[in-house]
């Protein structure tokens, strides 16, 4: 099945820098890429959508300025958080479809820690 | 907007047993559902994906029934071992979007 890779699987860093984080497609050309954040006891919350070679599409309340998503090519979508807050500590995710029947594979998640 | 619930949020059982994880969504219009497995501080493990026209899918211990119109699936583990201890999510794809909604999860625990 489609495989998803993530990296890195924890970051810590200081309030006020920025962190990428990089979501690779292994073995599928996923022209759509999805980005969720997941706070501790919580469910995945969609944060934006990934287009290869157009903008994000962002949920309501999702800063688009301060969560910089790229997606360069078809097996690379990237998410930087800019200018990070202890806020913002959480654990993220990337996906894409399996293109088959619509099933969805996930990465392994990042823990972001902003201290 | 979809919602998606899950009952129990936790669940604790002794090893062997069989158990029924509950899901329910509040617009029936969904495309599919997918159940997955999360461990502590990992990813998501796809475990079964049911399709809007299909009743119930089956992998090995495991069994997942859909019922669209009235908004319900539940995931049927079958004599339970520690190795099944994780967070189980359900998922349903619907809207123009093809947006995918989680529920919080069960939290299992089973006791060896």
């Known amino acids: 099945g489609a495989v998803v890779s993530q990296h890195p699987s924890r970051v810590i860093c200081k309030s006020g820098t920025s962190v990428k984080i990089e979501c690779r497609s292994l073995?599928?050309?996923?022209?759509?890429m999805f980005w969720y954040r997941q706070f501790p006891k919580q469910s995945l919350m969609l944060m934006a959508t990934?287009?290869?070679?157009?903008?994000?599409?962002?949920e309501q309340g999702v800063e688009k300025d301060k969560f910089l998503i790229n997606h360069a090519s078809l097996t690379l979508s990237t998410l930087t958080v800019t200018s990070a807050h202890p806020e913002d500590s959480s654990f993220y995710i990337c996906?894409?479809?399996?293109?088959?029947?619509?099933?969805?594979?996930f990465g392994s998640g990042t823990r972001l820690t902003v201290v | 907007k979809q919602e998606v619930t899950q009952i129990p949020a936790a669940l604790s059982v002794p090893e062997g047993e069989n158990l029924v994880l509950n899901c329910s969504f509040t617009?029936?219009?969904?495309?599919?559902l997918q159940w997955f497995r999360q461990d502590p501080g990992k990813g998501l493990t796809s475990l079964l994906l049911?399709?809007?026209?299909?009743r119930e899918q089956t992998s090995g211990r495991l069994n997942a029934s859909l019922d669209k119109s009235s908004g319900r699936s539940t995931l049927y583990i079958a004599a339970s071992q520690p190795g099944d201890s994780a967070t189980y999510l359900c998922?349903?794809?619907?809207?123009?979007?093809?947006?995918?909604?989680f529920g919080s999860g069960t939290q299992l625990t089973v006791l060896p």
């Open positions: 996906s894409h479809g399996t293109g088959n029947n619509y099933g969805y594979t």
């Open positions: 073995d599928f050309q996923a022209t759509t």
């Open positions: 990934s287009n290869e070679g157009s903008k994000a599409t962002y």
């Open positions: 617009d029936s219009a969904i495309y599919n």
């Open positions: 049911i399709q809007s026209s299909q």
């Open positions: 998922a349903v794809l619907s809207g123009s979007a093809r947006q995918l909604t």
